[in-house]
C-alpha cells in the first residue's frame, strides 16, 4: 500500500496539502533538448528540463520563459503547452502538477545561473536522455511523450544507419530501379553525412570530429556531396591493408 502525502499539526489534526503547478520548458536546438543534472533541492543528482513555480497572475508561456532565462540565461520562443503529468515526490512529500512546455531555442549563451540548485546544462537527442531522471520527466517517458518535430528523429531512415560505406556507393551508382542517395529526405541525410563523416575521420585518426549542428544547416546537394565522397575514401581505405 502507498504512503499517503500529509502532515498533521500539534494536535494531531491531519493539514490538507495541496499540489503545487511547475512548468517544465522543454527546449528544442538542432534536434536536441536542454536538460540539467539537479543539486540540493529534491531529486538531487537527476536530471531535469529548466523550470520552476507558476508564479500568481503569470502565463504557463512567460513563466517558461522566465525560467529558462533565470537559470540558463538563454532565450527561448513559440512556447507552446504540449503535456501534463501528476507527481507525487514521496520522500519528499511534495505533489506537483507539472506542465510541460515546448520552446525553441532564441538566443543567449548557456550558463549555470543558480549553482546551489544545478550543476550542470548539456543538450541531448530524445532518444539519448541520460539518467537517472526526474520523476515529471519520468512520468512524462511514460506517457509515450515526444516533442513535436522530433519524432522523425527518432525514426531516421534505419537502411542508411546500417548501410555499410560499400552499400551507400552503390546506391550512387545504381540503376534507376534502386533509390539512390539524392532521394532519401534532408533529414536523412543529415544524419547519414554525420555518421559517414564522422566515421571515415576515425578511420584517419582524425580525433577533430564533426558536429551533427554543422551539418543541420547544410543544403541537400551539400549533404549528397559529402556522403558521396566519404563513403567512396572509407571504401577505398577499408581496402587497403593497414597491418
Known sequence: MEEKIGKRNDNGDAVTNRPAVGVAAIIIRSGKVLLGKRKGAHGSGSWAFPGGHLEFNES???????EVFEETGLRVTNCRFAAMTNDIFYQSQKHYVT???VCEYQ???LQVKEPDMCEQWDWFYWNELPGPLFLSLKNLLDQGFAPPGLEDRLKTSEKLCELTASQVVSLGMSDDNIKKVEDYNHEELIEAA????NQQMELLGDINLV???AYAV????ELVSIIKNSTAQICRMESQDFG
Open 60 to 66: 504557463i508561456e512567460d513563466c517558461a520563459r522566465r
Open 99 to 101: 506542465l510541460f512546455v
Open 107 to 109: 538566443g543567449g549563451t
Open 194 to 197: 554525420f555518421r559517414f563523416e
Open 211 to 213: 558536429s551533427y549542428e
Open 218 to 221: 547544410m543544403a541537400h546537394a
